[in-house]
């Protein structure tokens, strides 16, 4: 084989397109391979040892067999970089030859939402290299990952501020909102034995891998089908964490859109799609826009339930401006109704409750004008609001809907009113009084719009597109006192969402909790939540947000629903292991410091058990010889990833050291107290 490698390097430095700066270029080969280069080919058969290697005659005919050349070249064993020299040596190597979009059987231990940020970043402006590591686990190795975790650090946070809990508390955890800080992979496992089938809406805002979501270790391609895996693990749990009535809810730009809605497909059913929201995130004169082609403004919001035949939204109206040719429609006041005189009354079929109708004499009704609009409004818009309740348009009655034509025949001309029991719709079984107007119907303004924090805004039924003006986004960089840098969104859009699709105690789910936006928006709407974050933003951090929320914060959606304060939640984090060396090494800055870590690992860390810490040892000056982050992709890479947190299984084991209390608690959390 080694000869058969030798000749390949020799044969493929000829091409000069193959070569840069004196180097063979590995990737560019594996390219031209696939595309059946004819360049490449015809090299290739140059030589008669590489000929009979890589092609078979077929009634005459030399068939170049791309798939066995595309695995020779992508062996360790061709043009091996120093890194991967340096693992051949001691034995570290992945003897799997198969592709990663066809196992089944695989997790990703990445639990980083974010590629480009450092965990306890200091400079919200600043973009870090990450070190990016991931694994392919087998069956038994996922089972013990997935386990159950122990968690640590437990506090409550009130009105009165910050508790630690100690195991004594009367709590019970199903009830509970909880912040738990820890990969989401592992903390979404952990939470299935309390939570299993009963969280109404998950919300998510994942990372969007794009340019700058990925780092310099994997070509695009490999991060591409990396990330789809990171999604499909956590979407798998996902779904047995939601009610059969629940919905689930991601948030995506167009560079993954489309493969995650066919992952979701394949993972939640085609048959459970419910939408594909766009939503304008800026206008297209605001900053921040993209593209090269047309100006990028939007993402989608993908929608799915977990059984489309049990699920039923719960208020679909969403909010517009009332601006100037709204009012043009609705422009009358009913002032004053007058005495009524009853001229007829008829038993309705539909009820079999008599409706009456009544002819009224003294009425008042108002036009408001609207002249002189732009140097008006203001005044204008205090009529409106003034006048709220008792501001219409008129309206024809369609010929198919005989009840109200029924009505309609005994009003032509002049100001009615019919009292009568309502059939269907959204006042079924209530007794209502509808007014009319020279043989047409009222329509009133209250009946589709409603009063927002000190002004007038349409409530008409949600489409697929929700437009830039119709979720505010003032001050969005301050709301809840936290910033973050990308990918914020506004409280307005999580309220949109929540009144689409929950009720009040109802629980919500968000693993990439960031500042905490879902969070502090389901609190201040009554409903239950969980949020999981691994990345540390310190100072904008959801802990610190939702205490802001329970001080009473007023950014956001908080005057429009009066918020005035109030509430609690429980912060807890898994309790880290081998994680916790991960962090160090990542937070590294010489070799001197990694010899340090790698001193204590082999004391005191769990090691993958396909290295024996001896051979390093005997090699470490080739070790030293990599690049910094070289040092720390390897170190992080024998670490095992069973062990990232502790087992609730190993929980009384002493090399753990659980303490008493938070023994106590995690065995309240997964009832077993």
């Known amino acids: 084989m080694q000869n058969l490698l030798n000749d390949l390097t020799e044969l493929l430095s000829t091409d000069d397109r193959l070569v840069s700066q004196g180097r063979l270029l590995k990737n560019k080969v594996s390219e031209l391979a696939l595309k059946m280069d004819s360049g490449l080919i015809k090299h290739l058969l140059k030589s008669a040892p590489i000929k009979k290697h890589f092609f078979t005659e077929i009634d005459g005919i030399l068939v170049f067999d791309k798939i066995k050349f595309q695995k020779f070249v992508s062996n360790k064993e061709f043009l091996p970089d120093s890194y991967t020299a340096f693992k051949n040596k001691i034995g570290l190597v992945n003897e799997s030859d198969e592709y990663l979009s066809e196992s089944k059987e695989v997790v990703l231990a990445w639990p980083y939402k974010d590629c480009v940020l450092e965990g306890g970043q200091t400079k919200e ?39 630690e809990l100690k195991g004594k508390e009367d709590i019970d955890f199903a009830k509970e909102n909880l912040i738990i800080k820890g990969n989401n992979l592992l903390a979404l496992h952990s939470l299935y034995k309390l939570f299993a089938g ?30 789809l895996t990171f999604m499909k693990n956590r979407l798998e749990i996902s779904k047995k964490l939601l009610k059969p009535d629940g919905v689930l809810f991601i948030s995506i730009d167009d560079n993954e859109q489309a493969y995650l809605k066919v992952l979701c497909d394949i993972i939640f059913g085609r048959e459970n799609f419910l939408a594909n929201i ?61 005495a009524g005189k009853e001229i007829s009354r008829f038993t309705a079929p539909a009820t079999n409750e008599e409706v009456v109708i009544l002819k009224h004499q003294d009425f008042e009704i108002e036009t408001i004008s609207l002249r002189n609009f732009e140097n008006r409004e203001a005044e204008i818009k205090e009529i409106y ?14 010929e198919e ?34 007014y009319y107007f020279n043989g047409q119907v009222f329509v009133w303004l209250k009946d589709s719009a409603t009063i927002s924090d000190g002004k007038i805004v349409k409530t008409n039924k ?8 119709s979720i505010p986004k003032a001050d969005l960089a301050n709301e809840g006192g936290v910033k973050l840098r990308r990918g914020k969104k506004p409280e307005n859009l999580m309220k949109r969402l929540f009144k689409m699709t929950t009720a009040s105690s109802d629980i919500v789910l968000d693993f990439f909790t960031g500042s905490g936006t879902t969070c502090a928006v389901a609190h201040k709407m009554g409903r239950q939540y969980i949020g999981i974050e691994q990345l540390n933003y310190e100072k904008n951090d959801s802990a610190i947000r939702l205490q802001n929320v329970i001080k009473g914060d007023q950014s956001g959606i908080s005057k429009s629903i009066n918020w005035q304060g109030g509430g609690s939640f429980i912060y807890c984090e898994l309790m880290q292991h081998n994680e916790a060396y991960i962090y160090r090494i990542k ?29 390093i040892n005997e090699n470490i000056s080739d070790f030293e010889k990599l690049s910094l982050d070289e040092q720390k992709q390897f170190l992080i890479e024998i670490l095992d990833k069973n062990q990232l947190y502790v087992n609730y299984s190993e929980i009384d084991d002493k090399e753990y050291s659980v303490s008493e209390p938070d023994k106590k608690l995690n065995r309240k959390f997964y009832g077993e107290a």
């Not at 038994?140 to 506090?155: G, H, M, P, Q, S």
């Not at 309609?408 to 079984?429: E, I, N, T, W």
Request: charged share 30%.
């Open 125 to 163: 402006d600043q973009k870090r290299n990450e070190i990016f590591w991931n694994e392919t686990l087998a069956p038994d190795e996922i089972d013990r990952l997935l386990a159950l975790k122990v968690f640590t650090n437990f506090k409550k946070y009130d009105k009165d501020g910050e508790h």
């Open 198 to 227: 009963k969280v109404k809406l998950i919300n998510i805002d994942p990372p969007y891998n794009r340019d700058e979501d990925k780092t310099t270790f994997y070509n695009d391609n490999f991060n591409h089908s990396t990330w």
């Open 278 to 338: 766009a939503y304008e995130r800026s206008g297209v004169s605001g900053l921040g826009q993209g593209g090269d082609f047309v100006v990028n403004t939007h993402e989608s919001i993908l929608c799915y339930a977990k059984n489309r035949s049990d699920f039923s939204a719960c208020d679909l109206s969403g909010e517009g401006d009332f601006g100037y040719e709204e009012m043009k429609r609705y422009n009358k006041i009913l002032k004053k109704v007058g």
């Open 385 to 398: 609001l003034k006048n709220f309740d008792n501001t219409f348009r008129n309206t024809s009655i369609q």
């Open 401 to 434: 809907n005989e009840f109200q034509n029924k009505i309609l025949s005994f009003c032509k001309d002049g100001f009615y009113s019919a009292k009568y029991l309502v059939s269907r719709g959204k006042h079924k079984g209530k007794w209502i009084t509808a």
């Open 462 to 469: 949600l489409s697929d597109f929700w437009d830039h003006a």
């Open 587 to 615: 937070k590294a800055n010489t070799t001197k410091d990694l010899l340090t870590i790698w001193d204590e690992m082999q004391q005191k860390a769990f090691i993958s058990y396909k290295v024996e810490p001896k051979t």
